[in-house]
Structures are given as C-alpha cells and as structure tokens.
C-alpha cells in the first residue's frame, strides 16, 4: 500500500485548499478511503470517509459543509476540498485506507495563516 498526499499550502482564513491523495499497491475502488486530520501537539482527528463506489460519505461535526470528499477511482487519487477555512484548522492531512489510521500517507500541510 503506497498513499501520498498533496495540495496543502499557505492559506487565509476562509480560504480554500484542495488535497490529493495518490494510491497504489492495492484495489483502490473496492476500498473505502479516510482523511485524517493532526493539529501541532493533538491526536488524530477523523474528517471524512468515502466508500469504494463514491456514493456515500461522511464527514465530522467540525467540517459538515465545509469540507468534501471525492475520488476517481479511474485515477486511483482521493480528493479533499477544504472551504472556508478556520485559523485553528492549521494541521497536516492524512489519507489512508485504514480506519484506524494506523497505515496512512506522509501527510501534507495545511497551514492557516493567523
């Protein structure tokens, strides 16, 4: 299983960011996927889920309306768009095929600007 994240970068509050997450070395489509979310000295936080078709997703309190999930199964890749987005929300994002989040990507930055 190979996951890498990427599209994080410098953003202001009530910005927008888009994440990737490449997948390989396994089926992506029969796979529900997760993001994960790390602030500086917190746990891991659960964003959001999709299942392997796309048809069903979830999402956290904290990001219910904000956020998105989406995937192309066609290009093995996760999505994440991240909207209007919160000083306090400056984290690394994580993406993973593993619910506990055990096995998951390098991450990539979303720094908020304060």
């Known amino acids: 299983v190979r996951l890498v994240e990427s599209g994080g970068g410098l953003v202001e509050p009530g910005g ?5 997450c490449a997948a390989s070395g396994f089926t992506f489509s029969t796979r529900t996927m997760y993001w994960f979310r790390q602030a500086p000295g917190k746990g891991l936080e659960w964003v959001s889920h999709i299942t ?7 999402y956290g309190d904290p ?5 998105t999930i989406s995937r192309d199964n066609t290009k093995n890749t996760l999505y994440l768009q991240l909207n209007s987005l919160k000083t306090e929300e400056a984290d690394i994002c994580y993406c993973t095929d593993d ?10 930055q979303v720094p908020v600007a304060s």
Not at 52 to 58: F, K, L
Not at 63 to 67: E, M
Not at 99 to 108: E, I, K, S, W, Y
């Open 16 to 20: 927008s960011l888009r994440l990737s």
């Open 52 to 58: 392997g078709d796309g048809q069903n997703t979830y």
């Open 63 to 67: 990001v219910q309306g904000r956020f």
């Open 99 to 108: 619910f506990t989040a055990v096995v998951r990507g390098p991450g990539t």
